[in-house]
């Protein structure tokens, strides 16, 4: 997992081996090594990669896609707690996780906010998942990523938004 992690993370961020390496104070072999699963670093050095990724050390070490829904690591403080359904009255219900976190109880009320931008994450089916980040000022969203079995596999940046497309994956 850590291993996977930091590979992740680091080509997420778009540092080099080198440049991330010189963040740490180590070398470029070293950080290959933690890369690879050859080698470890210590504690100070897990504290100093959460710190530059901006995600905690517990998610450095332990985070598994398959308990993200296939997403990356969430910055510190951000949740991911999975996929809800939609009722015909527009009911959904709230991950466990989330209730026990947010402290939330039966009867409680909530505030749903937002503004013009949005980020959508839909299960279409078959192990595939559409993202769709929506800018309303101008009409267009600005990016839209279409995840199969965990993986990329394809992206498109700025399409006309309307009706259509906002509905169907």
Known sequence: MFADNLMELRKYHAL???????KLGVSRQTLSKYETGESLPDIEKC??????FGITV??????????GMGLGIPPKG???????????????????????????KPGDNLVIL???????????????????YIHGGDGTAKRERL??????????????MTATNLSQP
Request: contains cysteine; aromatic residues 8%; hydrophobic residues 35%.
């Open 16 to 22: 080099s081996q080198e440049e991330l390496a010189e």
């Open 47 to 52: 504290k100093a990669l959460a710190d530059v």
């Open 58 to 67: 517990d998610d450095l070490i332990c985070y598994e896609k398959s308990t």
């Open 78 to 104: 951000k949740h991911i707690f999975g996929m809800v359904k939609v009722g015909e009255q527009g009911p959904i219900v709230i991950p466990a996780k989330a209730r026990k976190i947010f402290r939330i």
């Open 114 to 132: 937002g503004d013009e931008s949005v980020a959508l994450h839909k299960d279409i089916g078959r192990n595939e998942y559409v993202n769709r």
């Open 147 to 160: 995840w199969k079995d965990g993986e990329l596999s394809d992206a498109y940046d700025s399409f006309p």
